[in-house]
Structure formats: C-alpha cells, structure tokens
C-alpha cells in the first residue's frame, strides 16, 4: 500500500516512524510518504488559506493549492488547470502503483464516524492520500471535484469532537490501516479477538505475571489450562463489559449468532430479545429468557 500525507506540519506525522508503522515502512510494506502543502503554494509567502465567502470567524484551506499537491501526489491530471510546484521534491512524484484507484481521505469533524469496519475497507486500498485540513476546514470544492472526477472521496471523523487539525486524526487513521495489513502485526491471531472485531464486543480483560499483585489475583480459570473453559470466560467477560460500556454494540449483535449461554450472560446483564432484537429487559416486552436449547446457535 501506498499513503501519502499532505499537511502543513509534516513534523507532525513523524511519529509514524515508530512502532510497528515505522517497521512496515522500513520493511517497505507500507510506502507512506508525507508532503509539505506549501510547495504546491505560488506566492511569496507560501499562502494556503483565505477568508471564507459570506463572512464569518477563521479562514479556509484553498482549493487551488490543494488541487495542484492532490493532482501532483497521485500522478494524475485533475483538471485544476494548474501545474506541479516547480520546487517539488524527490518525494513529490507520482504514485507508486500506476493507474492504480486513489482513495482521497479528509478527515473532518464533519465527516462520517471512523470504524473499525472503515479501517478494514481502507486497508484494501492500494492508494491512500490523506488531506490534512486546518482552519476551518478545506474548500468543498476539493472534494466535490475528485468525486466528480471519478476518485473515491471519504471524509472521515474520529469522533464527536474538534481538533486543531486533520494531522491527529490522520495519525489514528493511518495506524488502525496499517495494522491490518499482511505483515505489519507479528501474530495476526492478535486481531482476531480485539475490540470492535468481527464478533462485534469488546475484549475481554487481560492479565500477565506475576498472578498477584496488590493483592489482586488473576481468575482461576485463566491457570487452569482448560481452554475450552478459558475461551468460555473471555467471551462471558466480553459480553459483560460491552453490555456495560457500549449498549449500541449490544444492539447491534445478532441474536442468531448468539448461543443459549451467550443470551443468559447477557440476561444477568439485564438484556433480553424483543422481536427478534437484543434491548435492555423491561423495554416494552423483552424479556430477559434465555432462548430455549438448540433455537440459537
């Protein structure tokens, strides 16, 4: 996969040297580049931004600048009528892979929420670029343009808040990406039983040596050496605490995918079925009954 990251503080993203991504970059499994926004500027004093039409506070990221680093880091023509940067650097050529689809990815507090499933989808790609925003945001007509020419625009948010700028979100993005791909994480069975996987719970709690510290033990089954046991209690834990910490996730579990002893922990942690539909028990006519044996698998 490529990614390239354009932003007016390239320092910022130096953090994706680090880590497992710094390893996948070093081990060329990821090509992830980032790109200063002001070389694709054509005043003296590297302007990106402007006042927005019909008043208001801040200023706006400019959609000619953007168009002209867009177009210059997917080696494409976009039809901004503008020219790469003459100063543009090594770093600053066309994509990787050409010919190969772009995925455009803004992230904005605007945007649609970032999930786990959105991180699946994107680390299909082979190209991302990651516009960093700052401001109030870049011009609309920079994503409005790609998606009508033809690009793959996702603007994207990491959550029900406002930062300074996209490079924060884009750090959480391009980790949760680079994660899943073939190679980056050592054992890939790690991914598996995470939160927010296919199972759609959280993760159980985990423990290590030593089995007791401040006098605090770790469970007994985890010692046992049962693993059929031991698989039983993660998946009960997993249950109980996406019960008590994220009741839409609860809400969106499949009751058919659950069995007999699934629907009982749930039960104890006051969820019951109502048409079909896992709510909180005493919600109109759910009950908190476990289905009877062999009704769920």
Request: hydrophobic share 40%; charged share 25%; with cysteine.
């Amino acid at each position: 996969m490529r990614v390239d990251v354009v932003t007016i503080f390239p320092d910022y993203l130096a953090a994706l040297d680090l880590s497992l991504v710094g390893k996948a970059r070093a081990a060329g499994i990821l090509d992830l580049r980032v790109h200063d926004l002001r070389t694709w500027t054509s005043d003296r004093h590297r302007t990106v931004d402007d006042t927005p039409f019909g008043g208001g506070a801040g200023m706006v990221m400019r959609p000619d600048v953007w168009g002209r680093a867009i177009d210059a880091v997917t080696g494409r023509d976009g039809g901004t009528g503008a020219d790469v940067a003459p100063d543009a650097g090594p770093d600053d050529d066309a994509a990787a892979h050409p010919g190969a689809p772009v995925h455009l990815v803004v992230p904005t507090p605007s945007g649609a929420t970032f999930t786990q499933r959105t991180a699946e989808e994107l680390a299909r790609e082979e190209h991302l670029v990651v516009a960093c925003g700052r401001y109030e945001g870049i011009d609309a007509r920079v994503a409005e343009h790609y998606r009508a020419a033809g690009v793959r625009v996702s603007e994207l948010s990491i959550g029900d808040y406002v930062l300074n700028g996209g490079e924060v979100a884009a750090l959480v993005v391009i980790e949760a990406v680079a994660r899943l791909l073939p190679g980056v994480v050592g054992n890939p069975e790690s991914l598996v039983e995470e939160s927010h996987g296919a199972a759609g719970l959280l993760e159980y709690p985990v423990y290590t040596k030593p089995p007791t510290w401040a006098d605090l033990t770790v469970p007994d089954v985890l010692l046992s050496g049962h693993h059929a046991r031991i698989h039983r209690w993660r998946r009960d834990e997993a249950l109980r605490r996406t019960a008590a910490r994220r009741p839409d996730m609860v809400r969106a579990l499949e009751v058919a995918a659950l069995d007999r002893h699934d629907l009982e922990v749930l039960a104890e942690a006051g969820w019951g079925v109502r048409d079909g539909r896992l709510e909180p028990a005493g919600t109109g006519d759910a009950t908190a009954a476990a289905a009877p044996a062999g009704e769920a698998g």
